[in-house]
């Protein structure tokens, strides 16, 4: 599970926060407002979808923080990235079937406006790992749904291999399989946890 998802912006910091607050609108957002960091010299734009919010109050207000309704955009060695928080972190506490409906639906909705406002076009997976053990019938479902899709992916026995095993638990803080690993083109890669079958086919298409 990643925390945050970032990319590179092709435009000016004027002209990225500029797209962000237009692209926000087209894309049902509400622009709350914006905050500039003068020590760091990042801004904070406050973007949110009102559905989701009140999904979130009606089912469990508690997880309301969760939801990333910021959007930061900074420079790095000469690089303007433009990024939030991962909504994949509010789908992994939650049990509900609804709340991780929800996650789903806000990760795919961050990622495309981070994708359309930085211009920088939908992050490209460039690989898949598959981790599971022999035992787990969760995991022969998704290995057998990748063959169907005819996806390639390697597939790592956790239970056969220490190392990848302790690899995982760090990266993720699960030790449950399945647990699928994307690689992409230019950041870390990202980890779904459990066989969510509507996410990979988004990911992947």
Do not use: H
Not at 9 to 21: A, C, G, Q, V
């Amino acid at each position: 599970m990643n925390l945050s998802y970032f990319r590179r912006s092709s435009f000016s910091m004027d002209e990225t926060i500029k797209r962000l607050k237009g692209k926000a609108i087209t894309e049902g957002f509400s622009v709350l407002g914006e905050t500039a960091l003068p020590d760091s010299g990042a801004k904070i734009v406050y973007v949110c979808k009102s559905r989701w919010a009140d999904a979130l109050v009606a089912e469990s207000p508690s997880l309301f923080g969760l939801l990333p309704c910021a959007v930061v955009v900074y420079e790095k060695a000469g690089k303007l990235m433009v990024g939030a928080g991962s909504p994949s972190v509010l789908g992994g506490v939650s049990d509900s079937t609804s709340i991780q409906e929800l996650a789903s639906a806000a990760e795919l909705g961050v990622r495309k406006l981070i994708d359309e406002v930085s211009g920088a076009g939908e992050l490209k997976p460039t690989g898949m790992r598959l981790y599971s053990t022999k035992s787990c019938p969760y995991c022969r479902m998704e290995k057998s749904w990748l063959d169907s899709k005819k996806i390639k992916y390697d597939l790592v026995y956790v239970d056969d291999d220490q190392a990848e095993a302790e690899r995982l638990v760090a990266r993720t803080g699960q030790m449950g399989v399945p647990v699928t690993e994307i690689l992409y083109e230019d950041q870390d890669s990202e980890f779904i946890l459990g066989f969510d079958q509507a996410k990979l086919a988004k990911l992947l298409a």
